[in-house]
């Protein structure tokens, strides 16, 4: 199994700021990686998938990159609305694994 | 719109049993793979099941392998997860979940419903 490991647990970053949330594989995954925001009582939301690419209807202060083993998600300018808690997840190999998520909050 | 929307859950003892249902609109379903990811109680995700397009492959994770089943049917546009032989660790909430791209059972999840809370309790 991949084991996704997130950093850091917990970003305290100040609205209109810039967050760098991280995302590491155990082994290499390519591009199968997606990340997803979650807010409290809600369904996680797609965000990217293969490593980089928005979905449908994501602003564009959202950005991914990397690829293997190394993957990060940046906000560019953080909105009150970006405050949530966020996975990451391999979809390279079975099982499906995620990471264990990185909560963002205010500052 | 693309819809989910999961029904089944409730409290249910140790041992027992209890199907989950996710009803799906707004897309062809039976182009694509569907999978339910669970979310125990302030933890983090956790796939659970995978089933191809047409029925014909089907995952699971070592947790619930031989214990939970998953099925659909396409003339209902409605998965389904059978759990037997509940335990207390599966307690969660349960989110059906679609496929990016049709035809394939592995890929991002770009749907998902908004989960329904099983709890296993005697």
């Known amino acids: 199994e991949i084991v996704m490991t997130q950093s850091p647990a917990t970003l305290s970053v100040s609205p209109g700021e810039r967050a760098t949330l991280s995302c590491r594989a155990s082994?290499?995954?390519?591009?199968?990686l997606a990340w997803y925001q979650q807010k409290p009582g809600q369904a996680p939301r797609l965000l990217i998938y293969g490593a980089s690419t928005r979905a449908t209807g994501i602003p564009a202060r959202f950005s991914g990159s990397g690829s293997g083993t190394e993957f990060t998600l940046t906000i560019s300018s953080l909105q009150s609305e970006d405050f949530a808690v966020y996975y990451c997840q391999q979809y390279n190999n079975w099982p499906i694994t995620f990471g264990q998520g990185t909560r963002l909050e205010i500052k | 719109q693309v819809q989910l929307v999961e029904s089944g859950g409730g409290v249910v003892q140790p041992g027992r049993s209890l199907r989950l249902s996710c009803a799906a609109s707004g897309f062809t379903f039976s182009s694509y793979g569907m999978h339910w990811v669970r979310q125990a109680p302030g933890k983090g995700l956790e796939w659970v099941a995978v089933?191809?397009?047409?029925?014909?492959?089907?995952y699971y994770a070592d947790s619930v392998k031989g214990r939970f089943t998953i099925s659909r049917d396409n003339s209902k546009n409605t998965l389904y997860l059978q759990m037997n032989s509940l335990r207390a660790e599966d307690t969660a909430v349960y989110y059906c979940?679609?496929?990016?791209?049709?035809?394939?059972?592995?890929?991002?999840?770009?749907?998902w419903g908004q989960g329904t809370m099983v709890t296993v309790s005697s």
């Open positions: 979940a679609k496929t990016a791209v049709q035809g394939v059972s592995v890929d991002a999840f770009d749907i």
């Open positions: 089933i191809s397009y047409d029925g014909s492959n089907k």
């Open positions: 082994q290499s995954v390519s591009s199968n």
